[in-house]
């Protein structure tokens, strides 16, 4: 069952397209978003909680558009991306302040909400002295109080410290597990990897790919992979690494080698070996194009 | 508590809280310091000649101005406007709550200047009740410039510059220029509050009334009306402008 849907989404400010014809459904369990900065992530979360006006197509949320409907928003909670919070206000404050505005009075739902983010320990603390990651649980514990059937998050790990990432991540996943539907935007692929069922890549403002976690990988074993190995003799280990299937093509400099990887993982097994048997000393191994863009790049590329 | 008051009380401790509004509070006692200093013939005429010009005219639409501009303005560019937004609450009601928090703390900054001023000039002229007018007039003002400033604040980033061209260009020298245009000034309409409210009033203070009758349930119903509008604005503003971009 779908619980939100885009259809041919498009939001530009001024010439500026931030978010192009974007189609696509939502439902029950956690759902990446993924994407380099400045992709559009942002601004198409915040279409679907109705802080933006699309310019064309539409977002419809419980069947109802958000903007015009504030009773949807009931069931739905968004953390935004900026860390701007009621500074002066304590963690406990801004929590109940959040669950009150959406009809919750009951103190329970607080000091739940506190301890599914483990702030207990900081929860009379004033926001404004908080460190990010902090700020985001708090965050997040203040969108988890009128326990809602949609979450939003956008960024929701920025700043956290990895045991904290970790607890969230397995937070998410518990809520996706329970039915609700969770949207949680990243720029880390790995992030991704370990909590969403299902991943919507953006590039652009444009919609990438789209798809289980398992299909984007498989698109992106395909991406030829250009890796720089320091080595004492380039030439000998370049002929060896060239008998391999798992190389396109090699490059020879001074003190490395250059590799275009067909497969990088069978190239990564086969390496060590193959150096060995051909008589060659490795110093170092580092991919030259391993960002999350250089990827997308390439899956747009490839549509 | 309701979400609207939740709202109301948010913004309202933040405007108290900020160093800005200590200030404020500091600029509002210039009468009553004048008061003090000035300890020289008629008490009563001169409390009313201090805090009329210099209370209405300049003091309290600066107090509203930095005040209710920053109700709904700072939770727009502070970028916290996102966790009222996202929330089964009308954008009237958030409109209504950024109105009322800003009528409410400009008043209770504008008070310290009117109360400061009335014990002074209570205690040197044993006339207890002098400041009820000032008073009066003070919540008039206050109702007028929040109808103004916290729209303008949400708008504008400049809301501060924009509002010191309204008080200075229009409330001070083309609504002042002529008695027909006397009826368009707010801190005028909160002055006529006030001289409805207290007897004897010196005839300066009169002059700045121009074409204005004073009255002051009139005044009240055109602040009212005015604060109607405004929410009604602000509503539009909150509904179909995209206030979170940045």
């Known amino acids: ?303 | 508590m309701s979400a609207i008051t939740a709202i109301v009380a948010m913004i309202g401790k933040r405007l108290i809280g900020r160093r800005v509004a200590l200030i404020l509070a500091l600029l509002t006692l210039a009468p009553a310091v004048v008061l003090i200093v000035r300890d020289d013939g008629d008490q009563t005429a001169a409390f009313h000649n201090w805090v009329g010009p210099l209370l209405f005219a300049l003091a309290l639409p600066l107090v509203a101005l930095l005040t209710s501009s920053a109700a709904l303005g700072e939770e727009r560019f502070g970028h916290t406007l996102p966790y009222l937004m996202v929330k089964p609450i009308a954008r009237t009601s958030i409109a209504g709550a950024g109105w009322l928090a800003a009528t409410m703390v400009s008043f209770a900054i504008g008070m310290v200047g009117v109360g400061s001023a009335w014990a002074v000039a209570a205690v040197r002229t044993g006339e207890t009740g002098i400041g009820w007018g000032a008073a009066v007039g003070a919540a008039i003002t206050m109702i007028g410039y929040a109808a103004v400033f916290v729209p303008v604040g949400l708008m504008a980033r400049q809301s501060t510059l924009i509002g010191l061209a309204f008080i200075l260009i229009w409330e001070g020298v083309i609504a002042g220029a002529g008695d027909t245009l006397a009826v368009a000034s707010l801190w005028r309409t909160g002055l006529s509050g006030y001289v409805a409210v207290t007897p004897d009033v010196p005839a300066d203070v009169l002059d700045a009334l121009g074409n204005l009758t004073p009255g002051a349930w009139g005044a009240f119903a055109k602040v009212l009306v005015l604060s109607a509008m405004s929410i009604a604005g602000t509503t539009l503003l909150l509904r179909h402008r995209d206030l979170v971009k940045e």
């Open chain 1, 1 to 303: 069952m779908n619980t939100i849907e885009v259809t041919r989404l498009s939001k530009w400010f001024g010439h500026k397209v931030a978010v192009s014809d974007i189609t696509c459904t939502f439902g029950p369990g956690v759902t990446g978003i993924l994407g380099p900065n400045g992709a559009g992530k942002t601004t198409l979360l915040r279409c679907l909680v109705g802080l933006l006006h699309p310019s064309d197509g539409s977002v419809t949320v419980l069947g109802k558009a958000p903007n015009r409907s504030p009773d949807v928003l009931g069931k739905v909670a968004f953390v935004p991306e900026h860390e701007a919070v009621y500074e002066q206000m304590t963690a406990r404050q801004f929590i109940a302040f959040n669950a009150r505005l959406n009809g919750v009075t009951d103190p329970a739902a607080t000091e739940t909400a506190i301890e599914l983010v483990d702030l207990a320990s900081a929860a009379d603390r004033a926001l404004g002295g908080f460190s990010k990651g902090m700020r985001q649980r708090a965050k997040v514990a203040a969108s988890l109080a009128h326990q809602p059937d949609i979450l939003i998050l956008d960024e929701p790990l920025n700043g956290a410290d990895p045991v904290q990432r970790a607890k969230l991540i397995e937070l998410f996943v518990t809520l996706g597990r329970s039915g609700k539907t969770v949207l949680v935007s990243s720029h880390v692929l790995h992030e991704v990897d370990r909590m969403a069922d299902r991943v919507i890549a953006m590039i652009d403002g444009r919609l990438a790919a789209i798809g289980s976690v398992r299909q984007l990988r498989d698109l992106m074993t395909d991406v030829p992979r250009s890796i720089r190995v320091e080595v004492d003799h380039p030439r000998r280990l370049a002929a060896a690494i060239m008998a391999t299937d798992f190389v396109q093509s090699v490059t020879v400099e001074e003190a490395s080698i250059i590799v275009d990887a067909r497969d990088a993982a069978g190239f990564a097994r086969t390496l060590a070996p193959t150096s060995e048997e051909a008589g060659t000393v490795i110093s170092r191994v580092r991919p030259q194009d391993e960002s999350l863009e250089s990827v997308f790049r390439y899956l747009v590329g490839g549509r």
